[in-house]
């Protein structure tokens, strides 16, 4: 019998905002397979909702990041050199727009409205790279949460969709970059979950409605099966696997004109 052994790897965890949240269901499993952990969380609002987590998988690092902040995600890198002296896997789970921006159509995006998330949600993972990439000399293991509106039209997700495919992208482009130096870098494309971050989405009960009745599983996927993926991915079982966006959706994204 074959398990998932974590044991002595050290891992980043950006993004996980309450016990929702995919980063969370992640962090239980890297937490399970031995992995010791650094978590972050957003402001001091935030810090009361991610505090009782970190303790919960006895998190080595608990940091203040908002990556429009000087300074603060470069801090967090610090913080993980002193303590731990390298990095083994990384996961980025942060996105953001406007309010007005989700809510209105790509056509009428202001610039600024446009830059802010495309700086929040795609840049953040390019500066995190950079980061890493020193404290990763033994290799290591870089993912990023996408959905399926970066590859298609998905109603009401408007700027996100073309924010998520340039971050899609930019996984892309890393994986070549840092490949030389087993540095992997990958997408986890993950299916409607309800999350904090989703409920920000318009008609998002329309969206898991349509999500399981076009599925080849029939259902929706839960917060469990992304983390079980991204324990995969951060583990030696996919060390031929980068630049990849790996759906876990039920199969969601390979419907097309589907009758029932």
């Given at each position: 019998m074959e398990l998932i052994d974590m044991k002595g790897r050290k891992g980043?965890?950006?993004g996980a905002a309450n016990e929702h949240s995919l980063a969370w269901s992640a962090a239980r499993?890297?937490?399970?397979?031995?992995?010791?952990?650094?978590?972050?969380y957003l402001n001091d609002k935030a810090r009361p909702?991610?505090?009782?987590?970190?303790r919960e998988v006895n998190a080595g690092l608990l940091l203040p990041c908002d990556v429009t902040v000087p300074g603060q995600l470069e801090a967090v890198f610090e913080a993980i050199r002193?303590?731990?002296?390298?990095?083994?896997?990384?996961l980025h789970a942060i996105a953001w727009a406007r309010k007005e921006e989700l809510h209105g159509r790509l056509t009428d995006c202001s610039a600024e409205g446009f830059a802010e998330s495309m700086v929040i949600s795609?840049?953040?993972?390019?500066?995190?790279?950079q980061l890493a990439e020193p404290l990763m000399d033994r290799g290591g293991s870089l993912m990023t949460l996408s959905y399926f509106g970066a590859e298609k039209v998905v109603d009401h997700y408007n700027v996100m969709g073309p924010v998520k495919?340039?971050?899609?992208?930019?996984?892309?482009?890393?994986?070549?970059?840092?490949?030389?130096?087993n540095i992997r870098v990958n997408t986890l494309s993950a299916g409607a979950v309800r999350t904090r971050a989703a409920s920000g989405i318009e008609h998002f009960d329309e969206l898991l409605n349509e999500s399981a009745k076009r599925a080849p599983l029939r259902?929706?996927?839960?917060a469990d099966e992304v983390g079980r993926t991204a324990l995969m991915l951060a583990s030696d079982y996919t060390t031929g696997i980068t630049g990849e966006v790996l759906h876990v959706d039920g199969g969601f994204?390979?419907?097309g004109m589907v009758f029932h």
């Open positions: 980043l965890i950006v499993h890297f937490h399970h397979a031995g992995a010791e952990l650094a978590l972050t909702h991610v505090e009782p987590l970190a002193q303590r731990w002296g390298r990095l083994d896997f990384l795609c840049h953040s993972l390019i500066r995190m790279a495919a340039a971050l899609e992208a930019s996984v892309r482009y890393l994986a070549h970059e840092l490949g030389p130096r259902r929706t996927v839960d994204h390979v419907a």
